[in-house]
């Protein structure tokens, strides 16, 4: 899969379809470290693994650029679900930016619960099926129960939260300056740990329709506290309700924007504002 | 987990059209309520942040109601229909956390009326009652 | 920072029987912002009000607050008494402790008098830290655009000129006047369908403050209310107006019957716009004619009533019975329509000439007979139950108003909604002649089918509508609002902290954001003047940029942080 990849990249440089190509690259005493491409003999040094998301780091690299700059990216399923996700919300002209697609090998996608773990435009590599994630035993014994039980789940998981605010910086998608989690009107300022309801909750929720699943948060949190699993019933709720999901479609904005006219949920009938009148829900 | 008897606190975010007149009807009809409910005029349910939702929770209140106008009924062009959405999306977050959905109300097309207002009102006292207390949320317990 | 002076009222007992209101001032006086608090009888007496006045005269007080009944009890003329004293409206503010409090707290005074210290807590928290949205005031455009020349948009644009606003009538037609001039007879006074819009055609041309455009469409817009930038496309080459108003009154189209009980394939099956020219041209000859009521209307996929057929047939029914001796006319319905004193009286005109009437199911529709000639009509009476054979020679079919196709393409360059049929929508139920886009009157027969009478009554509507829009020199944003008195203030964007992700322009519901570049990232802007401060784009803005200064982020966590706090 390592070869077509790079023939790939080194297809773009050569026929200047971008001016630098953003991977990984084996240096110096093999660490490995993202790198931009800018010449054809380079590309020999380009590696796929470990698992790296690049979508936040194309992302400044295009803002700190002339407009005319354009930037290949090789990315994974997640990364190119988040690129999009990035590209809809008017953070990446999608103009300015290709991509070389691989897809991730099963023992990933089990490793990572990811239920799509291949890019759309898949360049090398074969796609495998995807993971069902709330089919797994590490979610369900957290949605699982009366809440009661769960409240005891979580609480005990959160309170172990020592608020460096690695979920955040991790995810590829949040990109607010200022964010709302550094505000003392949201979350109380100097506690430690968080609070659990402000922090997490807000941090969750702003995600909800915009969460690829990446799992970024997760593997980036110290303490290890199953981030993604918040999501997952959100991430499923909207693909129940609006066949909608993150990252798939930058043209398609969260239906959780418009009214119901334009994004109705499949089998509700929107009331007429004179048939409402005097029903009991 | 003991019941939270004693000490439910509702927030009600009451937009003006709607839930704030139910609120006046329910006062001149003089029905009784319980004291346990503090208001927050709103001029439309789409005012209500999801987030101003979770810092209620967040600063001690046990409920949150957010009461509307009937959906297709918005005085600002279906304004509340995002907003429902968005609320019904917090809901599952917070059944999924274990807070449960069933803390949050949300009162769209029925409050203009004062009974349902009322009724709405002392059912969700209720029902409050009966949930676990919230404690070992606000206070992590090093 | 202005400090606070706070009224609470007693309502001669009814709060002060259940609130201990001594108690909540000497909690209250503790709060740093407060000025002073006094207790009144009652407000709304010119006693206690004019005490209140001198107060706050004297004291040079910028914000006030009051515990009282609720907002829609005295509480918005009291405000109103209080901002004449230089007050800014909106730095009163009301706390309901009557409706809110004492009155549902009765048993419970304890907790109603927490509840009550809460409240006015809360409310205090928004005085302290409301910011002022600055009010944009732009210049407004005294013109109005009234576009279709049809009975409505006639009457439009002539009582826009009699109330002495320059009006731009723009038709595609070649001469004013609409569906009416092909009518020979308007029912129910029989008056020609020309005559009856003499005056208003006639205005057209003599009146210096209506412009007529002839042959003429609209090809783009732009703005907002007070001042739309539209371009008209005509026979002389474009034009560009800028016009305050907007009133839409381009009429609605006969649905023709393809393929209805042989229309097109039998002849003499004729809708009634054709009956209409051939009274007019006097080529009508028939001894025996029927017409069919509800001819592709009150259907599944159409169920409205279109108002005028029924009185149409009436008419059509009575001239062949008047005016050929001998002649029959046989009229099968559904229901005949004929509302209100004048059209019943209509009906039993009709009845007494010997128009004879069939009730039919809307199931068991009549049946044509004839191949190339209709020679009779098979139907079901269901008030005889018994199925009868009606001979005859001409077969008029009554089909409702449908939209006009151009209206859609209309629609979407004003931004108003159209309802599931293709009629233009109003923006909410109790406002039926004004749009979600302001500025935007709709009336006539594009809202819904009415008669021609209906059709000038309503743009003699619309034209007061659109005047006491106009009427004003400038249009100040604060007040372009659905709620009286204005409103609090409008969102607005701040550019350091904004991502320009796009979601409060997605989800704006009067397209009020706009997303502007800046540099190399795009950042929301709004538009003052269209916002109605619902809220949404600032629930959507995931940092916070989108705020509304009077009820900004800080106000709304310190309110939530004092709903439930207790007596230090």
């Known amino acids: 899969m390592l070869e077509p990849i790079r023939q790939k990249a080194k297809e773009i440089l050569e026929k200047k379809e971008a001016d630098g190509v953003l991977g990984l690259r084996k240096g110096l005493w093999d660490v490995i470290h993202p790198h931009v491409f800018t010449t054809p003999e380079e590309i020999d040094a380009l590696v796929l693994e470990p698992k790296w998301l690049l979508a936040k780091m194309a992302r400044a690299i295009l803002r700190e650029k002339p407009r005319s700059y354009r930037l290949a990216v090789a990315v994974r399923g997640c990364d190119e679900r988040a690129l999009v996700e990035l590209i809809k919300r008017n953070q990446i002209d999608h103009e300015r930016l290709l991509t070389i697609g691989y897809a991730c090998d099963g023992g990933q996608a089990k490793a990572c619960l990811c239920s799509r773990p291949y890019p759309q435009k898949l360049d090398a590599g074969s796609a495998v099926e995807g993971v069902d994630p709330l089919a797994d035993e590490r979610v369900k014994a957290y949605l699982e129960g009366d809440a009661g039980e769960r409240m005891e789940k979580w609480t005990a998981q959160l309170k172990r939260c020592i608020k460096c605010y690695g979920c955040r910086n991790s995810c590829p998608i949040c990109v607010c300056v200022p964010c709302k989690l550094e505000d003392d009107v949201w979350v109380e300022r100097g506690v430690i740990p968080a609070e659990m309801v402000s922090f997490h909750h807000i941090r969750a929720f702003h995600l909800s329709d915009t969460c690829v699943a990446c799992g970024a948060c997760q593997e980036a949190c110290p303490v290890g506290i199953p981030l993604m699993t918040l999501q997952l019933s959100m991430r499923a709720a909207l693909k129940k309700e609006y066949h909608y999901e993150a990252g798939l479609d930058a043209n398609r904005k969260s239906p959780v924007l418009f009214d119901f006219e334009k994004e109705p949920r499949p089998g509700q009938d929107v009331p007429d504002w004179v048939d409402s009148m005097g029903k009991k829900p | ?142 | ?568």
Not at chain 2, 115 to 135: C, K, N, T, W
């Open chain 2, 1 to 142: 987990m003991s019941a939270d008897r004693g000490n439910v606190k509702i927030l009600v975010f009451a937009c003006r059209w709607c839930g704030l007149i139910g609120a006046d009807g329910a006062g001149r009809k003089r029905i009784e309520l319980p004291s346990s409910f503090r208001v927050i005029p709103v001029d439309c349910a789409g005012y209500v942040e999801p987030d101003a939702v979770i810092r209620a929770f967040a600063s001690g209140a046990t409920g949150v109601a957010v009461l509307g106008c009937h959906v297709g009924g918005c005085r600002f062009n279906d304004a509340n229909h995002p907003a429902l959405k968005r609320l019904e999306m917090l809901k599952t977050l917070l059944d999924t956390t274990g807070i449960g959905g069933n803390r949050l109300l949300l009162g769209f097309g029925t409050a203009h009326e004062s009974h349902q207002y009322a009724d709405m009102i002392v059912d969700f006292h209720r029902e409050l009652e009966g949930l676990p207390s919230m404690a070992s949320w606000l206070s992590p317990g090093q």
């Open chain 3, 1 to 568: 920072m202005s400090k606070i002076s706070l009224f609470l009222c007693n309502c001669f007992g009814e709060i002060g029987k259940v609130i201990d209101l001594e108690s909540l001032k000497k909690r209250l006086e503790t709060d740093p912002a407060v000025e002073s608090i006094t207790i009144v009888d009652s407000l709304c007496m010119p006693g206690d009000a004019a005490k209140a006045q001198v107060l706050i005269r004297e004291r040079g007080i910028g914000k006030v607050l009051i515990g009282g009944c609720s907002p829609y009890g005295k509480m918005e003329f009291v405000k109103l008494g209080l901002a004449k004293e230089g007050t800014d409206i909106r730095t009163v503010r009301t706390v309901d402790l009557r409706e809110g409090c004492a009155w549902i707290h009765g048993k419970d005074p304890e907790g109603a008098t927490r509840k009550a210290a809460n409240q006015l807590e809360m409310e205090l928290a928004l005085l302290q830290n409301m910011r002022d949205s600055k009010d944009v005031a732009i210049g407004l455009q005294q013109e109005a655009l009234v576009i279709g020349a049809g009975p409505a948009g006639l009457s439009a644009a002539s009582g826009l000129a009699r109330l002495g606003f320059k009006s731009h009538l723009v038709d595609r037609g070649s001469a004013p006047g609409g569906l009416l001039n092909v009518i020979t007879k308007t029912y129910p006074t029989d008056e020609p369908g020309p005559e009856k819009i003499k005056s208003l055609v006639d205005e057209t041309g003599n009146n210096p403050l209506i412009r007529f455009y002839a042959k003429t469409k609209v090809s783009s817009v732009k703005g907002y209310a007070g001042d739309f930038k539209v371009k008209l496309a005509g026979p002389g080459g474009d034009t560009a107006l800028r016009v305050g108003a907007v009133v839409l009154a381009t009429g609605a189209r006969i649905l023709f019957p393809q393929k209805m009980y042989g229309y097109g394939k039998i002849k003499n099956v004729i809708t009634q716009m054709e009956m209409e020219r051939r009274f007019a041209t006097g080529a009508l000859n028939c001894k025996r004619a029927v017409f069919i009521q509800c001819v592709g209307a009150r259907s599944a996929d159409r169920p409205y009533c279109s108002t005028i057929c029924c009185p149409l047939s009436l008419k059509n029914a009575m001239r062949i019975v008047d005016e050929t001796p001998g002649a029959m006319a046989y009229v099968l319905h559904r229901d005949i329509m004929t509302p209100g004193s004048l059209l019943e009286a209509y009906y039993r005109k009709a009845l007494q000439k010997g128009v004879q009437f069939i009730r039919f199911d809307a199931d068991r529709p009549p049946e044509v007979r004839g191949q190339e000639q209709v020679s009779g009509v098979e139907v079901f009476d269901t008030i005889s139950g018994v199925n009868r054979v009606i001979e005859s020679d001409l077969l008029v079919l009554s089909t409702p108003f449908i939209p006009d196709p151009e209206s859609a393409a209309l629609a979407g360059m004003f931004d108003i909604p159209v309802d599931k049929y293709g009629f233009y929508s109003e923006g909410y139920p109790i406002h039926p002649l004004e749009t979600r886009n302001d500025g935007i009157f709709i009336c006539g027969t594009a809202r819904w089918p009415v008669s021609s009478d209906q059709a000038i009554a309503q743009g003699e509507a619309a034209a007061m509508k659109a005047a006491s829009f106009l009427g004003k020199n400038t249009v100040s944003a604060l007040t372009m609002s659905r709620v009286p008195g204005g409103k609090l203030g409008h969102a607005s964007a701040d550019a350091a902290a904004c991502t320009g992700c796009g979601n409060c322009v997605a989800v704006c519901p009067y397209k009020a954001c706009r997303l502007q570049r800046m540099g190399n990232r795009s950042v929301s802007r709004v538009i003052k003047v269209r916002c109605k401060s619902c809220g949404n784009c600032i629930s959507v803005c995931p940092n916070g940029a989108m705020q509304m200064p009077e009820q900004n982020y800080r106000v709304t966590g310190e309110i939530i942080r004092r709903a439930f706090r207790e007596v230090r």
